[in-house]
């Protein structure tokens, strides 16, 4: 069951990711390159190279899950934020192939 929602922590990592890895080699990179714990429930993020194929690595109760979207015609826009951490929202646009051009945030109450 898909269970994603915006009270994870998404992390992206930079570079063109090498698709070819799964489980183990994707914990690999969250390990040594983004300073991470895999099993933190934390979600990580994957691109290619040509930003056509995202993978999204998530631990839940249990087990690891992996999400892998392949795209048949143009790519994913990576965000231009400074830092690997990305929002909820700012995973769905790169996912949906919507690319802001301006957007202005008001400030919202957070209790962290």
Do not use: A, Q
Not at 2 to 14: R, T
Not at 28 to 46: A, Q, W, Y
Not at 87 to 95: A, F, K, R, Y
């Amino acid at each position: 069951m898909f269970s994603l929602s915006s009270s994870h922590i998404y992390h992206l990592y930079k570079p063109g990711c090498d698709m070819r890895k799964s489980f183990d080699g994707l914990c690999g990179l969250v390990s040594s390159e983004l300073g991470g714990s895999p099993t933190s429930g934390d979600v990580f993020i994957f691109l290619n190279k040509s930003g056509t194929r995202i993978k999204l690595l998530h631990w839940e109760h249990g087990g690891f899950v992996l999400y892998y979207k392949r795209l048949e015609s143009g790519t994913f826009r990576r965000p231009t934020k400074d830092g690997n951490l990305i929002s909820w929202s700012d995973l769905v646009l790169m996912v949906e192939g919507i690319h802001v051009v301006r957007s202005i945030t008001k400030k919202r109450y957070s209790l962290v």
